[in-house]
């Protein structure tokens, strides 16, 4: 194991539910582990899988 993270993050609305945004919750849980000391790189892979709920592409955190 390498120690990476991925993440998919975003705002769901009222149920039933769509996305609201990926970009804003995902950029402060990012910041949240920048300022842990680790390293981030938002939308660091295109896995090509891209669905309703997730874009495909992971964040990626390590130490």
């Known amino acids: ?3 990476r993270i991925g993440m998919e ?3 769901d ?3 039933p ?4 945004s990926r970009a804003d919750p ?3 849980m990012l910041d949240l582990f ?3 000391g680790y ?3 938002e939308d660091g892979y295109d896995f090509g899988n891209e669905k309703g709920d997730h874009n495909g592409e992971p964040s990626i955190v390590y130490p």
């Open 1 to 3: 194991m390498d120690d």
């Open 9 to 11: 993050v975003h705002e």
């Open 13 to 15: 609305d009222e149920i």
């Open 17 to 20: 539910h769509s996305i609201v």
């Open 26 to 28: 995902e950029g402060r």
């Open 34 to 36: 920048d300022d842990a």
């Open 39 to 41: 390293s981030t790189f």
